[in-house]
Every structure is written in C-alpha cells, then in structure tokens.
C-alpha cells in the first residue's frame, strides 16, 4: 500500500465513531417530521436516520424542545415514536485519488471501485479567498474551440454562465471545453442529472481523454434535494482542494438553475416564504456565494476558471436565476434554439454573448478583429429578415454588403476547432474577416436604405 493510501486508511479509523445520540418521532406530516430528544444536539443540516422504516433526512429547523426534519422521500412508514438516530457529518477529504472517478457529493464513489478519503477534510461551505488578496484575472486559456480561443476569450480565473435551454448542445460544449480547455485538473458538478445519462455523459460526449484529468460530482434528478443542492458546494470544495495545492482548475457546474430549484425546496421546507417567482430571498445569496468561491486565488495559490450552466425555458433571458448570475459572473454565453435548429454548433448566439475579460487578454491587433466580427455578425442579424425575405436591395448599404459577404465565413468559423491556440484561430479569423472587404467594395452609398417594392 502506499504511504499516502495508509495515511488516508489511519485517518479514516481516526475518524470513526460508534455511539450516536438517539431521539423519538412525535409528529409527522408530508415529507416532514418533529422530533424531540435532540435539542442542543442536532444542528442546521445535519443527518438523521430512521432505522425501523429505514428513512433518512436532515434537519431543518431546531428550537429549545423540538427539532424538525425534511426526509428524503415521502413519510410513508414513520410512526409517532419511532427512534431517529443523528449521523455524524460524512467526511469530504478529496486528494489526487480521485482524477479520474466519479463520487457523490458525500465523497462516496459512484463508478463502481473503492474509493477512500484523504487525510484532511474539507468544507462544502468554505469562504472565498479574501478580495483584497485575490489575484486579477490571467492571461488567456486556449480552450480548443476557435470561437473561445478569439471572439469569446476565456482568461485564467474567468467565471462565466452558459445560458442555453434543453436540447441545444449545451452539454456537449462543457465537455468540448473539459476536454480542450488548458488546465491541470477538471472538476464536473452534474446537478440533478438524468441517471440514465451520467454513464452516456462519461462514456461517450467526454470520452477517456477528458475522463483522464476529471473528477465528476454528481447527484442524479432522484436524489434528495438537499443532496441536489449539496452536490455544487462538493465540487467547488473539490475544485478548491486542488486550487489550493498550486494548480489550475477548470470547474463546469451544470446547472445552477437545479441547484436553485433544490434550495428552493429545501427552503419551503424550512419555512422559508417563496418570493422572486416562487424561489426564496435567500436564492441570490446562495448562488453570489456559490460563485465567489470560484475565480482567482491568492498569491500562493493556482486559480480556478469557472463555467456555470443554466437553463433558460424559452431563452427568457430575465428569469431570476439567469437575472441573478449575470450580475455575478464574468460574462456570458448565449445558446441560442434558431441556431442549433440550422445545424451550426455550437449554437452560440455572439452578438448576445459577452466576455468580461476583453480588451485585456487580448493585444489591440486581435481586439479589432474581435470588434470587426462583432460588428458584422451585429448588422446581418439586424438585417437577416429583410435578406432572407429578399427585400434587401445589394448596394443599398455598405455595412449591410459586407456582414452578408462574410457572414457564411464567420458563421463556420464559430464551429471550428482550434487545436494550434489561439495565434491559429485570430489567423482563421482573419481569413474569414478579409471577404467583407470584397462584399462592401464598389456598392453604392452607404446608408441609402433602399428595398425591394
């Protein structure tokens, strides 16, 4: 055995416990239960198990005589008086052991093989770095597509959201970034996943290369919902362990909007009133905090590059969670349905897309061809019903000629790969750029608006 699987075997023995304090069931009600006998013993989150029906729960209200629980699942089965037993907090010790498996958000190993926990736990509710000790953001990270290595930058310690709703690619860029994204170590929160898509999502979208330097945390959509939400906060612990030992990480949480559907529960549970559209005040400080863990470290630490999925139904752009991230993050990426149904992906919407890192990790060469792409990609999408419908009249607008010239260019330049970084891609850019020059040539006065009769 090697000496550091000792160390983490002795620790775990160090750690273990048999006696656990006991209370009684004296009412119960949905998915809820009281219990009294312990009283300044059970704390806010902790654990209990119901060993006649075999339930478990967490608590989620205490007072000076009663203590309030939120079971995993309906309450069929408990009966006044059954004995609850309080479980000692799990231990979550992430160390190198675990690149390449999958765990629960309680350390436990999913894939199938033993997995142990390393010598020092750590906390799921750790606070960020200090600000004023924190690093600004780095130099840009090649991310292996050209759309992200030139026109949407990723910089060293950028935090983003991934705004998308189901079925347009999102989860095949997350891992089309897990797997080209420059970075030491990757960490994967899969939040309310589909079971059945966790083994597809390892297997084949990330593939042996991605699993390689990856450590995925997940809780599967029937999971408690304080298990759900716990399953972020386990993975930014992880993401924080390595950060914290000099390296690089990559952390892609998908999505946050399950995490705040199973705050949500949590908090009705609890008592808390529903507000911003049925979702608890407390939802924005959960995710600010969630978020701020992430980004760049101190001086002696590495840093952690982040990417936050949500899901907008009906890209409503100014739902509560989505509103509530772009406050938060460095940028933002848009998914767009009309551009994934026309076959390009990914289906990033560019002209709604923002990256904060801009203009700093680019040199000014690069931001104008940055701002040229932009600019062109802004003009056709303000003019694509009048050319699609054929009431634009060639040489009527300069501008206009020319996002119509390149605009097929650019738009296969935004799924290309970029396997040399990004000097390569600003190249293709470049090349994609240069027929606009050929489309606004000789064309007539620009701005003469004129259409089709």
Same mark, same amino acid.
């Given at each position: 055995m090697k000496d550091t699987e000792f160390v983490n075997v002795a620790s775990a023995i160090a750690r273990a416990t048999d006696t656990y304090p006991v209370g009684r069931v004296t009412g119960v009600s949905g998915s809820q239960a009281v219990l009294q006998g312990l009283s300044g013993r059970a704390a806010l989150a902790d654990r209990v198990r119901l060993p006649r029906c075999g339930h478990t729960g967490? +608590?989620? =209200?205490?007072d000076g005589v009663e203590t309030h629980i939120m079971l995993d699942?309906?309450?069929n089965g408990v009966a006044v008086g059954d004995r609850v037993v309080l479980l000692p907090a799990p231990v979550f010790a992430p160390h190198d052991g675990w690149i390449g498996r999958v765990v629960d958000p309680d350390g436990q190993p999913l894939d199938? =093989?033993?997995l142990t926990q390393g010598a020092v736990p750590v906390s799921l509710q750790a606070a960020p770095p200090p600000a004023g000790a924190r690093r600004a953001l780095g130099a840009r990270v090649g991310t292996g597509l050209a759309l992200f290595d030139t026109i *949407?930058? *990723?910089a060293r310690g950028q935090r983003v959201g991934l705004f998308a709703g189901s079925g347009v690619g999102k989860s095949t860029l997350l891992a089309n970034l897990a797997r080209g994204v420059e970075a030491d170590v990757i960490v994967i929160g899969l939040v309310g996943e589909r079971g059945r898509e966790l083994r597809e999502f390892i297997e084949k979208v990330l593939g042996p290369d991605g699993m390689a330097r990856c450590v995925i945390v997940a809780a599967?959509? @029937?999971r408690p919902a304080h298990t759900r939400r716990r399953c972020a906060a386990a993975a930014t612990a992880v993401a924080e362990h390595f950060r914290d030992a000099g390296r690089h990480v990559l952390l892609l949480i998908d999505s946050v909007t399950r995490f705040a559907e199973a705050h949500r529960e949590v908090s009705s549970a609890a008592g808390e009133p529903a507000s911003l559209r049925g979702y608890p005040a407390s939802t924005s400080a959960s995710i600010a905090a969630l978020c701020e863990r992430a980004g760049p470290g101190t001086e002696a630490a590495g840093d952690i590059t982040a990417v936050y999925s949500v899901l907008v139904a009906g890209s409503d752009m100014e739902e509560p969670i989505a509103d509530i991230l772009r406050g938060v993050l460095d940028g933002h990426i848009v998914l767009d349905r009309a551009i994934a149904e026309r076959g390009r992906f990914p289906a +990033? @919407? +560019?002209?709604r897309s923002v990256s904060r890192s801009l203009p700093d990790v680019a040199s000014a060469q690069e931001n104008g061809l940055i701002a040229a792409a932009r600019r062109h990609l802004g003009v056709y999408a303000r003019s694509e019903l009048m050319i699609q419908s054929? *009431?634009?009249?060639p040489g009527s607008d300069k501008a206009v000629d020319e996002a119509i010239a390149c605009h097929d260019a650019l738009d296969r330049f935004c799924t290309e790969a970029a396997p040399h970084g990004p000097k390569a891609a600003f190249a293709a850019l470049q090349r994609a750029l240069s027929a606009a020059a050929e489309g606004g040539r000789d064309t007539g006065p620009a701005g003469d608006a004129r259409v089709r009769g």
């Open positions: 967490i +608590v989620t =209200r205490a699942g309906p309450a199938g =093989r033993p *949407l930058p *990723l599967t959509s @029937d +990033v @919407d +560019v002209v054929g *009431l634009y009249v």
